[in-house]
């Protein structure tokens, strides 16, 4: 692996975390990207073999060129870009505001194609490989996550075009698709959600305040068995296809997101919506707001 460069946009977050350990484990020069200079500290003591790192917020998709083109002008060449950020605010459609759905789009999609952008030109020069993170939320909807599925399914659209022109110069683009990860952002995003339902607007509470407590539930329940995926999983399937000769193009990461994925590709959308919406009726009919005092999936940020 000796004179491998890797770039990680996002590194602060747990999957960038993971993602950066286990690059550098596998012999890679890295540079990676934080999201704000609080977090600089903390990535640079967590990841101190790091070559460069740069602070770039993904919400101003316009300002990335620059710190993305000076981290590539540091590792002097550019093998594997691994984009691992991303924003996921929960509210219904009806009340999401339009700003929360345009960052969302930025930070989930836009981001995304600035660093394609920028990156391609040294990409083109190696034959490299972009790896980019997307969920089974690209493929399933869910209830209470508008803007993260509009950015997830936009982003399963652009990878393919990307993977379509980019494979002319021998350049891969790769989506790899987590579930649910066990993250401390993911935590610490579920112990809000109890002070989210306590302050929901009266008509939102009447209308939503059931989904929304459902939905808590399910995050609780899958919390307490255990059954998110460690990020951990995905910088290992990260590594696997920047390693492997000819990578897949999609790989589900998780039981949650090869299932959902699967049943994406073998179900009617009628059967897909049956399917969810049973899982949120599954939740107990006693639950109330009184129940949300662990904690549950609200808005939450991975890396960025």
């Known amino acids: 692996m000796t004179g491998l460069t890797a770039l990680v946009i996002g590194g602060n977050g747990g999957m960038g975390l993971s993602v950066t ?22 990535f640079t003591k967590a990841c101190p073999d790091c070559a ?12 990335l060129k620059t710190p993305v083109e000076r981290l590539i002008h540091n590792l002097g060449s550019l093998n594997a870009v691994i984009i691992c950020a991303a924003v996921a605010p929960f509210a219904p459609a009806e009340t999401t505001s339009l700003d929360v759905f345009r960052r969302t789009m930025e930070i989930n999609c836009l981001s995304n194609l600035a660093v ?19 969920s089974w939320s690209g493929v399933v909807a869910t209830p209470m996550m508008a803007s993260y599925v509009a950015s997830k399914f936009a982003l399963e659209g652009m990878v393919d075009v990307m993977r379509q022109e980019a494979g002319a110069w021998g350049v891969e683009v ?10 401390q952002m993911m935590r610490r ?93 599954t939740a107990p009919p006693e639950i109330d707001e009184q129940s949300a005092d662990a904690g549950a999936m609200a808005p939450s940020e991975e890396g960025s």
């Open 52 to 63: 460069a790192v740069e602070v770039a917020d993904l919400a101003r998709s316009e300002d």
């Open 174 to 183: 790769v989506l790899v698709q987590p579930g649910a990860l066990d993250t």
């Open 21 to 42: 350990r286990a690059l550098l484990t596998s012999g890679y020069k890295v540079g990676a990207t934080v999201s704000s200079a609080d977090t600089l500290f903390a």
């Open 116 to 134: 394609y952008q920028a990156c391609l030109p040294a990409l083109r020069r190696t034959k490299g490989r972009i790896i980019l993170t997307g």
């Open 189 to 281: 995003s579920q112990a809000s959600l109890a002070k989210v339902i306590a302050e929901l607007p009266g008509d939102e509470a009447a209308l939503y305040g059931r989904l929304y407590r459902q939905m808590k539930y399910r995050a609780d329940e899958g919390l307490a068995a255990q059954k998110y995926t460690s990020p951990d999983i995905v910088a290992s399937i990260v590594v696997h296809a920047l390693k492997a000769e000819k990578p897949e193009t999609r790989y589900p990461v998780g039981s949650d997101a090869e299932f959902m994925c699967d049943m994406a590709g073998s179900r009617t959308d009628r059967e897909i919506d049956a399917f969810i919406l049973d899982m949120y009726r």
